[in-house]
């Protein structure tokens, strides 16, 4: 059974930081892009950050132009999990995040998880 568990989510002031983590389990993810989407209250998700395999356990991460210079993709544990880290952190920030994968071949992002809540408050 695929899984994708988020965790590191919470409050915070703005220009502070949060890392948020997610753990991908049920088969092996490497392969994978995965990626953090966000939904705000009263608004359609929109995508944040992803990683797209490359070789080996190289990724290419790709950012929304609202999180460029602030949010840091990566991989860790030979690419079954995904960390966000987040600095400079703005109000606007404010969401439930959501960790996604999507399989080598496919086209759309078909695992998710539960989404944790980052408040950022002013």
């Known amino acids: 059974q695929v899984q994708l568990v988020e965790s590191g989510g919470g409050l915070v002031q703005a220009g502070g930081s949060l890392r948020l983590s997610c753990a991908a389990s049920?088969?092996?993810?490497?392969?994978?892009?995965m990626g953090w989407f966000r939904q705000a209250q009263g608004k359609e998700r929109e995508f944040v950050a992803a990683t797209k395999w490359m070789h080996s356990t190289t990724y290419y991460a790709d950012y929304a132009d609202s999180v460029k210079g602030r949010f840091t993709i990566s991989r860790a544990n030979a690419g079954n999990m995904v960390l966000l880290q987040m600095n400079s952190l703005k109000p606007e920030d404010t969401a439930v995040y959501y960790c996604a994968a999507r399989r080598e071949y496919e086209s759309n992002f078909g695992s998710w998880g539960q989404g944790t809540q980052v408040t950022v408050s002013s």
């Open positions: 049920g088969r092996t993810f490497t392969r994978d892009a």
